[in-house]
């Protein structure tokens, strides 16, 4: 089992930038496939970075350039660097973790809101 944490979220004018962090516990991350995903009110969930263990990171084309995934294998600990915030990435964001030979992810965090203002 994996427990997942995240923090970091608040309120940014547009423009600046957030780091989440994904802290886990239970078993290493360095083993597993860590997503970031949001979902802003009355929209479905969306992925916006997937960390992989031995390949570049993934990112939608709504966030590339501006969002940035990293892992922490000493802390256990991914993070996910927003730059350039805006309106439109208001959410509330997850990480969640599964393994490489899943595509379902198994293991959520409790999400940490973001808010960003004009």
């Known amino acids: 089992q994996v427990q997942l944490a995240e923090s970091g979220g608040g309120l940014v004018q547009a423009g600046g930038s957030l780091r989440l962090s994904c802290a886990a516990s239970?078993?290493?991350?360095?083993?597993?496939?860590i997503g970031w995903f949001r979902q802003a009110p009355g929209k479905d969930r969306e992925v916006v970075a997937t960390?992989?263990?031995?390949?570049?990171?993934y990112y939608p084309d709504s966030v590339k350039g501006r969002f940035t995934t990293s892992r922490d294998n000493a802390k256990n600990t991914a993070y996910l660097q927003m730059n350039s915030l805006k309106p439109e990435d208001t959410a509330i964001y997850y990480c969640?973790?599964?393994?490489?030979?899943?595509?379902?992810?198994?293991?959520w965090g409790q999400g940490t809101q973001v808010t960003v203002s004009s």
């Open positions: 960390s992989y263990s031995s390949s570049p990171p």
């Open positions: 969640a973790a599964r393994s490489s030979m899943t595509s379902r992810y198994d293991y």
């Open positions: 239970g078993r290493a991350l360095s083993g597993y496939v």
